[in-house]
Each structure stands twice: as structure tokens, then as C-alpha cells.
């Protein structure tokens, strides 16, 4: 794929060339927003939402005191996939008292469902198709704010059942409405939302009160759905059928990165986007190279982990093999496999083995620093952390968070691939 006709093109864009009906406002996006056909989305520099595109500001969640927070991220990723899920790592998980559940960092953006916007803190999900939260009928979602559909002009009643389910037992269950969705300075009319009236313990205790889906629409527990980002992309809301992801640790006013819709910000990150095609267009799945260990002074060691990865926002850690996992723990001194907590290894790697794991991907080495491979520290064991590498996924590799922290990816619907390249920060 020849990335560099695809850059030229992109810098052309930044002129703001328009075409005829640059005037005209859509009907379905707020009055500072233009015509999505007028203008290229490849910007060079973006300072604040235009035409034909629009930015959400996400904010990163860190359970205070939470000495689960990893475990938890582990067993909600390996539910999320539909993967196994030893025993242990549940009754661990399972045992804590609700105020010490915790998910380590999420990321979240804020999303207006109804007329006026109901506001609702929302998983961004690259790894799920659906747009769900907390109905007025849920009991058991004290924690979450719940959609009030008396206070919404535009509900439209839909009733179709709806629910998710996994082989641990966890679950959400409830009905479907129609709706109008807000985000950023987009308005979507006659989304297919589901309303939980039942949720299990896991979903309990989440930060955020429900997710919207940014996967292909066969990935959607509601049958026949057109997905949110089918419906923004088929009916022409964006300038470009693009959206960037740029995470990073929150600042002093909690900013923690943001979605771009329609654009991609070029000072977001260094060099050139690497453009690596789908290798199944379900998930935004694409084929690793390999993998190395790379510590400062010593030099690079590369490991047997390679073949698909998933490129999950809804996912913190990073997820492999069995094999893969304990492939990459090799390279770090004392590193063990606990039969309770996992993969652990001692706070203090980043001074004994400074590096990072390097991820090969369309040929170029993607790093993720030993620094944020280091999670919260093992309660009862002084000296350990948790690792961000876990097991548990047989066939594939899942880059989470962790991985993006690092790097910028954007998500290209109608070319079916994903740009990257390394984050500024």
C-alpha cells in the first residue's frame, strides 16, 4: 500500500478546498457545522471542531486505592471476547467489596442521548458494535445515571429484547428504543439503543454508565442493527468515514486524549502513519509482524508472538497466549505466572530492565515503554505489581490501552485498514 500518495493527499486536504454548498448546514449536525461533503479531513493542524468533523474530549477513571484494578480489567477483557477465565481470577475479583472494584484507568467520553441530551459518561468501544446504558426500569444500576425517556421529545419506543451474556455468568439484558445521539457537535436521529433493565455485578460497579460500539455492525448484540458509526458514515456526517484515537495520562485539568470523528490531527503524533489493512473486518483486527523485547544498553530480543491483534479501545491491558505471555515475562527478571493474581512481576523492572515491548506491524516498530507495562502494586505482596501483559486469548493478540497510550491509530471504515504511528506527548 503505498502510504505516501496517501500522506501527499492527506496535506492537499488542509487547504480547506471547498466545493459547491459549502454553506449549506446539514440538517442533522449543530449550527457550527457545515456541509460533511466540503472539506478533506487529512488536517494538518485542528484546534477545534469544523466542518465535517468534530472532536470528544475523554477523561481517564482510576479507582483511588483499588488493589484490583488489573484483576478486574483481566476478567472484564476475557469476558468481553468470550474467552476463559480461571476460576481463581473470579473468586478474587468477586470477593471485593464494591468501594474496592475497580477497573485500573478507563477512558470515557461524555454522550448526549435524547432531546434535550441526557449526558452519560460512555466507553468509546473500538472492541463492541452497540450503543447501550441504564434504563429508568433497572434496579440494580444505583451506580449508573439512567436514561429518562419521559424527558426526551424525540424517544421513539422500539421493544425489541435485547442482552449480552457470557460463559462466566456476566450479563446485561433489557429492551431497545429509538433515540437521538449527541456527541461532540453532531446530532444523530433514530439510533437503535438498548436500555438495560438487568445488569450483573460486574456491569454493577463499572465507572461509566454504558458504551457506545465503534466495531463493524457484525460484532452487535442486537440483530439487523444499523451501528453508530454505519449510520454517521452512511448518511455523509463526516467529511471523511475516519476517526482518530489519542490517549495519553490525564493532566492538571483531567484531560486524557481524545476521539477525533472525521479527521486525523497531525500533532498528535510524529513521523508518518504506517497504514496496515484489516485482516478481518469484524473487529479492527490487523496482522502482527512480531515482537520484541528492547532493553536500553543490552539491545533488541525478538519473541515468538505474532499472527492477528485486535485493536481494542474498550480493552485496558494488553492480552496474549499463554505462550505469548510467558514469551514476553521471560525478558523480565522474577517474573511469575501466579495461580491467584497472574502475571506479576517487581515494581522496581523499570530500573533493573529499562526498555520497552516493540510491536511490528506493516513492517515498523511500534513501542510501548517497560514504565507503562508496570501496573498497581500486589496488595499482601511488597514489592510486586501487577503486569499489563495477561494471558488469555488463544488464538490472537488483543492491544488495549496500554498500547495506545503510545500510539496514535486511526480508523478507517471505508478503506477497511488502520493508520499508526507514535503518539506526541
Known sequence: ?????????????????????????HP?????????????????????????????????????????????ARVRTLQKHMLNIPGKWLQVVESLPVKEYGFGIEYYGEVGVGTPPQLFKLDLDTGSGDVWLAGQQCEVCSR??????????SYKA???????????????????????????????????????????RAYQI?????????????????????????????NDYLSEPVFSVYLKDKDKDNFAGEYLFGAIDKT????????????????????LDKASF??????????????PAIIDTGTTLIVMSEDQAKEFHRGIPSAENSDIYGWIMPCNTEQVVPGNLTFTIGGVD??????????????????????????????????????LRSNYVVFDRRNARVGIAPSKH
Not at 28 to 50: R, Y
Open 294 to 307: 528492547n532493553v536500553e544498553g543490552v539491545g533488541k530480543e525478538e519473541m515468538n508472538i505474532s499472527g
Open 268 to 287: 498528535r503524533f510524529t513521523g508518518e502513519l504506517t497504514w496496515v489493512p484489516l485482516h478481518k473486518p469484524k473487529f479492527w483486527e490487523i496482522e
Open 144 to 153: 449508573h445515571k439512567k436514561f429518562n425517556p419521559k424527558k426526551s421529545s
Open 366 to 403: 511500534f513501542a510501548v515503554p517497560m514504565k507503562n507495562l508496570i501496573r498497581e502494586p500486589v496488595k499482601g505482596l511488597d514489592g510486586w505489581c501487577f503486569s499489563a501483559v495477561t494471558s488469555g486469548a488463544p488464538n490472537f493478540v488483543i492491544l488495549g490501552d496500554v498500547f
Open 28 to 72: 442533522n449536525q449543530n449550527n457550527n457545522a457545515s456541509s460533511p461533503n466540503t472539506v478533506s479531513s487529512s488536517l494538518a493542524d485542528i484546534s477545534q471542531d469544523g466542518v465535517g468533523f468534530f472532536k470528544i474530549p475523554v477523561t481517564a477513571h482510576k479507582s483511588p486505592g483499588s488493589r484490583a484494578s488489573t484483576m478486574a
Open 206 to 234: 463499572d465507572t461509566v454508565d454504558g458504551l457506545l460500539g465503534l466495531a463493524y455492525s457484525e460484532v452487535s448484540f442486537i440483530p439487523g442493527v444499523t451501528t453508530f458509526l454505519d449510520n454517521i458514515i452512511e
Open 1 to 25: 500500500m503505498d502510504t505516501g500518495e496517501e500522506d501527499k493527499s492527506a496535506n492537499e486536504g488542509s487547504s480547506h478546498e471547498s466545493t459547491a454548498g459549502e454553506n449549506e448546514q
Open 158 to 200: 422500539e421493544g425489541r429484547k435485547w442482552g449480552i451474556s457470557y460463559g462466566d455468568g456476566s450479563f446485561a439484558s433489557g429492551y431497545t428504543i429509538r433515540d437521538t445521539v449527541t456527541i461532540g457537535n453532531l446530532t444523530v436521529p433514530n439510533q437503535v439503543i438498548g436500555l438495560a433493565t438487568n445488569e450483573s
